[in-house]
C-alpha cells in the first residue's frame, strides 16, 4: 500500500509538471500524414441485392446462459444434521452404594450424520437443446389418432394392410398335397384394425409433432463482414434458398462446435469495500459469546471457513475449523462458540451486497479472543 | 519524445496498482477480535419420569442441574413458561426451530427412572443452533437418597462441555458455623454441599475450632481446635469421624495446617517461644522437618499442585507479604510488592495463579496474581473478606465476607476469577473459613 501510494504520487507528480512545462521542454509531434486509399464502389443494384439477403436463422443471439438459482440449491438436510432418528441404547449403570456414585458409563449414542462435504452444485444445464429449431431434441412419438382405444399398443400393419373380410379356412397339409404344388390363391393382406392406447383429440394432435419442446433465445447474428467477405465480385449471386441452406448449415456446424458452458458463473463484482467488511465483522462479533468460555479456550484463536449462500445466510454444514493454536479441547470450545456466532447472527442473513456474491461467497473468519481475555 | 509518452503512461498505469492490488482473491478474510460477554442461553426442560413414582424427582434434579449452571454466571436459564417445544420423551427427534425460536442455545434434556431404592438419570446436551448434540449422552445411577449428587454431576458434565473447564458442582465445603451474640459465639465445624445444601456438623461446639482443610481426596479434614487451651491441630476422618491429634509438642502451638497434593504430608505453622516458622510432617511416618527458621512471622502454607513449592505469608520484610519456596524449604522469593498487607495464599488446583487476602487503606480485598507476583487484580472490596478458597477447576473463589458493627456477622460468598458473578452462598446459619473440597468420585 505505502509503494503504491509513493508510485501513485511521483505518477501524479511526474504529470503535473509535464502540463505545466510539457510545452516548453517537448516539442509538439509533427503532424500525422493523412494516407488516402482507393475504395471500391458498388453500384446500387448490387447493394439492393445484398441487402435483400435473408437472414439465416442460425445467426441469432444466444443469451448467456443465467445461472441457476443457488437458493434452490441443495443444502445439507436438516435430518442428517439432527441426532433424531437414531435411538439411544444406553447401558445401565451397576448399582451401586449411596454414597458413592458410579461411573458414568457412557451412552452409545450414534453419532449424527453430519456432512461436511458441500452437495455437489447443480449440473450445468443442457444446452443441447438451445438450438432446438435446428437440432430437435428426440421427442417420444405422439400418438396418432385412431378411432379406437387398445390396452397395448399394437403392433405398426403392413404396409397397405386392409381388413380381412373373414378367416381364411386352415388348410391341412396331406401327403399327397406335398407332392402337388399347392394351389394357392392369391389374396390380399389381411391385419387386424388399427389400434392406439389413448385418444388423441384433433386439437392436441395440431401441431404438437413438430413443435420445439422448449424455447430459447437464438443465437446471436455474426457480423455481417464475415458473409459480404466471402463473396467476391466474380462470384455468382447466391439464390436466397442456398443462402438459408449455408446459413442453417453453417449454424449446426457452430452448435456442434461450440463447447457446453461447463458451469453457469456469476459476475465477479468489485471488491467488498471495507465498509462492507466492518458490517460483516460486526455483525458477527454481536453474536461471539465468549463468557462462558474457560480460561485456556480464551486464549485460543480459531480460523473457521464458511460457505455463504447468495441471501446472504450461511451454509451451516459448511462451516469447519481451518486451523488453531491451542489444545483440542479449548479448540474444541473456541470453534462452537464462533460456530454459534456465524449461524446465530446469519439466521436473518448478513448485510452483504448481492452484486458482489462470488467475492463474499467463501469467508475465512478468524476468531481472535485476545483483547476478550480475563486481565 | 515518445518514449517519454510512453513512460509517462507506464507511470500512470502504476499509479492504479493499489486499487488492483486490493482485488479480492480466494475467500474473503475477516477476523473478529472483539466479542460479547454474556451469560449463555440455556434451556432446562423438567427430565422425563421414565417410571411414575420418579416424577418428584425428575423435576428437582432438572431444577438442581439448572440452578447449578445458573449459578456459575456463565449461563442463563431460560424460564419453562417460554418454551415452545415440551420434552415427554427423552428419545424424541428434538425439535431445533422451537428451542432456537426462544433464543436458547443449549438444551439439556434427561429421563429419571426410579425404581425400589434405585435411580437412573440420564442427559443429553445439545448445541442448538448447530443442530448437533454437543457430545455423549451420559447415564448416572445410585440411590434415590443421592439425587442431589447426580443432579450435580449432570450439571459438571455439562458445564464442563460447553465451557471446557471441569466443573465443581460435585463438591463440598467445610467451614466454620457461627451462632451467638458477636462476642460469644460458638463455631462448630460444618460441612455442606457446595450449593449450601445437606449442612452438617462435625463438632459440637466445646471447643473453638478455626481454620478447617479438606484433604485432596476429600476424605479428611486438618483443622485447628483451642480443646487444650492451646491451638492444636487434628485430623478428622469425615466417614467414620474419629479424630486425632496431629504432633503434640508440649508448649508450642501449632495451627494453620494445609495437606499436600500428595494427601501425606501436612505443612503447618509453629510458634515456640514467640517465633513462628514452616514445618512439614509426613501423616505415614511423622516424620517432622522445618522448613524456615526466621525470626519473623512465617505461616498460612499452601502447596503448589504439584508439590514442588509452597507459598506463604510472612513479615520479614517488616510488613505481612506473600513469599514462595521450595517444598523441602531454603530460601524464598517475595512475590507480592504493592501498597498494603497480603495474606491467607492459597494456590490454584490449576498452578498458574494464586489468591490472597489484601488489606490496604482500611479495606480488604480478596485478589489474584500469577505465582510471579505479576498481573494482579483484586476481585472484591468490603469491610472484612479474607481467607479465599479455590473451587476444584480453579475458576471460582469462596471467601469469608463479614459485615461491620454489632450486628455484623460473617457470610460465605463466592466470585468468578474474573471478578465477575459475586454472590453469597447459602448457609443454614453465619459461616467463616471455607474450604471446597475435590470433586467428589
Known sequence: ?375 | MNWLRLTCLALLGLTLLPASGTAQSGPLRIEITEGVIEPLPIAVPNFVAETPQASDLARRISQVVADDLRRTGLFRTIDDSAFIARVTNFDAPVSYPDWRAINAQALVTGSVRQSGGRLDVRFRLYDVFAQAPLGDGLQFGGGTDSWRRIAHKVADAAYSRITGEDGYFDSRVVFVSETGPKGQRLKRLAVMDYDGANAAFLSDGSALVLAPRFSPQGDRILYTSYETGLPRIYLLDVNSMRRRLLNEQSGTMTFAPRFGPDGDTVVYSASTGGNTDLFSLSLRSGRQQRLTSDPSIETAPSFSPDGSQIVFESDRSGSQQLYIMSASGGEARRISFGAGRYGTPVWSPRGDLIAFTKQNQGRFHIGVMRTDGSEERLLTASFLDEGPTWAPNGRVIMFTRETAGASGAPALYSVDISGRNLQRVATPVAASAPAWSPLLP
Open chain 1, 1 to 375: 500500500m505505502t509503494t503504491g501510494a509513493y508510485i501513485s504520487g511521483a505518477g501524479h507528480l511526474f504529470m503535473m509538471l509535464w502540463v505545466l512545462l510539457g510545452g516548453v521542454i517537448f516539442r509538439a509531434p509533427p503532424p500525422n500524414v493523412v494516407s488516402t486509399a482507393e475504395v471500391s464502389l458498388i453500384s446500387p443494384e448490387a447493394y439492393a441485392e445484398l441487402a435483400a439477403l435473408p437472414e439465416p436463422e442460425s445467426t441469432q443471439d444466444i443469451a448467456t446462459p443465467s445461472a441457476p438459482d443457488l437458493s434452490d440449491s441443495p443444502t445439507v438436510p436438516d435430518a442428517a444434521l439432527s441426532p433424531q432418528s437414531p435411538a439411544p441404547r444406553p447401558e445401565i449403570a451397576e448399582p451401586a452404594d449411596a454414597e458413592d456414585v458410579p461411573e458414568p458409563p457412557e451412552l452409545d449414542v450414534p453419532a449424527a450424520e453430519v456432512d461436511d462435504v458441500a452437495p455437489s452444485p447443480p449440473a450445468a444445464p443442457d444446452t443441447s437443446d438451445q438450438v432446438a429449431l435446428l437440432a430437435p431434441v428426440a421427442q417420444p412419438e405422439a400418438p396418432r389418432s385412431a378411432p379406437r382405444v387398445a390396452p397395448v399398443p399394437a403392433p405398426a400393419p403392413p404396409p397397405l394392410a386392409e381388413e380381412a373380410p373373414e378367416l381364411s379356412p386352415g388348410v391341412t397339409e396331406t401327403p399327397e398335397a406335398r407332392e402337388e404344388e399347392p394351389v394357392v390363391e392369391e389374396q390380399p393382406a389381411a391385419a387386424p384394425p388399427e389400434a392406439t392406447t389413448e385418444i388423441v383429440t384433433e386439437a392436441e394432435d395440431e401441431g404438437q409433432a413438430f413443435a420445439p419442446r422448449t424455447s430459447i433465445r437464438p443465437r446471436q447474428r455474426p457480423p455481417r463482414q464475415v458473409l459480404e467477405a466471402t463473396r467476391t465480385p466474380t462470384d455468382p449471386e447466391p439464390e436466397a434458398s442456398d443462402n438459408l441452406s449455408a446459413a442453417i448449415a453453417g449454424a449446426l456446424a457452430e452448435a456442434a462446435t461450440t463447447p457446453e458452458p461447463t458451469a453457469p458463473s456469476r459476475p465477479l463484482g468489485p471488491p467488498l469495500t471495507q465498509g462492507e467488511k466492518d458490517t460483516l465483522r460486526v455483525a458477527v462479533q454481536r453474536c461471539w459469546n465468549v463468557g462462558s468460555l474457560s480460561t485456556e479456550a480464551l486464549r485460543t484463536t480459531v480460523v473457521v471457513a464458511v460457505s455463504m449462500l447468495p441471501d446472504g445466510k450461511p451454509d451451516n454444514g459448511t462451516i469447519r475449523m481451518l486451523s488453531s493454536d491451542g489444545s483440542q479441547a479449548a479448540t474444541s470450545q473456541a470453534f462452537e462458540a464462533a460456530r454459534r456466532a456465524v449461524i446465530r447472527c446469519g439466521l436473518n442473513g448478513y448485510d452483504l451486497p448481492a452484486d458482489k456474491y462470488e467475492q463474499w461467497r467463501d469467508i475465512e473468519m478468524t476468531f481472535n479472543p485476545e483483547n476478550m481475555r480475563i486481565k
